[in-house]
């Protein structure tokens, strides 16, 4: 019933934003401007990697990345990174994960139940490789379109028995040493239900906060907390270049530290486009993600030790394209279900490392080859 209940609410949400209401005009998308691929040159990499950037392009299949590469005309930033793989994606108790147990995957190496957020079937925590990372003197990160208490960004910091619990969920970031988090989600700091003002209680810990890009742009020290949206943000079309400009951010302030970093970069979003069966909204939501991928590729290929990963929680929607054109820009496709699907995922990588995602492997994997291209030890 949850489920059912969820995808109804998103595609009714979706549509009162504006898009028309018939399934013709949620099935075909146009993009009216292809974005630049960035030039990379030939960089010799180092053996190992000393920064980890890791984009979580949640809901995306290969429906939803082809559908992107038609809009764009036929290639993405995403091109570049030759190291290909897919992972299966089922949680401990579901052949079909949500986001909470894909995400738990990815950052502990364990399987998790659907709905929990880094915890064991006991509720015990697991360590997350954000929190190994910061535990080994390297600078960490969170970049979401989401609120930042969201599933897969929480998956990341927290330890609580629901994905649900994002004022738990928020209290959670006090018990860390990020170094930087970007996303919406400011009501779960502020507005809370035991009167706390952890923004407050971030100040205290030596935290700069801000609420909007101005304040932040002559700031380059961490810590430092970027709140922008109190919810969620809002859409592609209407939030600009966000998620680029935050991935640009994030790699500047994380890159201080000598020992290097470890920051996950979600596209929160996608996954709610294939929620609502929406192509527009999901190819909208692909090609955004793919300029923020484009700002790190150019990092990674500058810097030369710098491994960036750009794999899926799981895939929504049920995505299959029907029909495109490289030269108009346009993608037509059609879904079968609301919810997510079974499938395996795609995973990309581009740097030090990047063989080591090749093949197929469990979504779990992801958490051991970054930690032993770390060289960390559980």
Not at 140 to 158: D, N, Y
Not at 283 to 288: A, C, F, I, K, S
Not at 292 to 297: E, M, P, R
Request: proline residues 3%; hydrophobic residues 40%.
């Amino acid at each position: 019933m949850y489920k059912i209940t969820f995808s109804i609410l998103l595609f009714v949400a979706f549509l009162v934003q504006g898009y028309s209401q018939t399934a013709d005009s949620l099935a075909t998308f146009t993009n009216t401007a292809r974005h630049e691929i960035v030039e990379l040159g030939t960089p010799k990499f180092k053996k190992a990697p000393k920064n980890i950037i890791l984009f979580i392009a949640d809901g995306m299949g290969t429906a939803h990345l082809f559908g992107a590469i038609t809009a764009n005309g036929g290639s993405l930033n995403i091109n570049h990174m030759k190291h290909i793989g897919f992972t299966t994606t089922q949680s401990a108790n579901n052949f079909v994960t949500d986001s909470g147990a894909g995400g738990t995957a990815i950052a502990t190496g364990q399987k998790v139940n659907n709905g929990a957020i880094s915890v064991n079937p006991a509720n015990e925590p697991i360590q997350t490789i954000l929190q190994i990372s910061s535990k080994n003197g390297k600078a960490t990160g969170l970049v979401a379109t989401s609120g930042i208490t969201h599933a897969t960004p929480a998956s990341f910091i927290a330890h609580q028995p629901s994905r649900n619990m994002y004022e738990e969920i928020a209290a959670d970031f006090l018990k860390t040493d990020i170094d930087i988090f970007i996303g919406g989600g400011l009501e779960h700091f502020k507005n809370r239900k035991d009167g706390r003002d952890l923004t407050a209680e971030l100040k205290k810990k030596g935290y700069k906060i801000y609420t909007d890009w101005q304040s932040a742009s002559g700031d380059n020290k961490a810590p430092m907390a970027i709140f922008t949206a109190d919810g969620h943000n809002p859409q592609f079309d209407t939030r600009g270049e966000m998620l680029t400009e935050a991935t640009q951010k994030a790699i500047e302030v994380l890159s201080a530290n000598k020992n290097g970093f470890f920051v996950m970069i979600e596209g929160s979003q996608i996954d709610w486009g294939g929620h609502a069966n929406s192509t527009p909204y999901i190819v909208g939501e692909m090609l955004d993600t793919d300029r923020a991928v484009g700002a790190a590729l150019k990092f990674a290929a500058q810097n030369r030790e710098t491994l960036v990963i750009v794999a899926s929680d799981h895939e929504t929607g049920g995505m299959t394209i029907n029909d495109g054109c490289f030269d108009s820009l346009t993608v037509t496709a059609r879904y079968t279900t609301t919810d997510h699907s079974a499938v395996m995922v795609p995973v990309f990588a581009y740097g030090p490392g990047a063989e080591e995602f090749m093949g197929i492997f469990d979504n779990t994997d992801l958490f051991n080859k970054m930690m032993k291209l770390f060289g960390f030890t559980k």
